[in-house]
Nanobody, 123 residues
Framework: QVQLVESGGGLVQPGGSLRLSCAAS????????IGWFRQAPGKEREWVSC????????SYADSVKGRFTISRDNTRNRVYLQMKSLKPEDTAVYYC????????????????WGQGTQVTVSS
């Protein structure tokens, strides 16, 4: 059974850091591109970052570039999203998902999704 489970969310002050984890079961993560998306209340789902299958090329949305880092640990079958210098506008539910083919900013091109983890940036 294919499953993705996110963890690591929470409440953090502006300027703080969090590391999100995406754990996979039923398949090996390095065989797929893995993306992170987020969705804030009343807003559309937004692509955040992706790490490609194989060599693990990374890509980021402009809004998080330089602050977020995506990485993959093949031994643990996990993908991480390290988030630094967090801003209130980063508040959202964060999801990881596996790409059907290659990394994309289009959420429709991802097939398996986790349940999400809440990130709240507030003082």
């Amino acid at each position: 059974q294919v499953q993705l489970v996110e963890s690591g969310g929470g409440l953090v002050q502006p300027g703080g850091s969090l590391r999100l984890s995406c754990a996979a079961s039923g398949f090996t993560l390095d065989s797929y591109g893995i993306g992170w998306f987020r969705q804030a209340p009343g807003k559309e789902r937004e692509w955040v970052s992706c790490v490609s299958k194989g060599i693990g090329s990374t890509s980021y949305a402009d809004s998080v570039k330089g602050r977020f880092t995506i990485s993959r640990d093949n031994t643990r079958n996990r993908v991480y999203l390290q988030m630094k210098s967090l801003k209130p506008e980063d508040t959202a539910v964060y999801y990881c998902a596996s790409a059907k083919l290659v990394c994309s900013t289009n959420y429709r091109l991802y097939n398996y999704w986790g349940q999400g983890t809440q990130v709240t940036v507030s003082s």
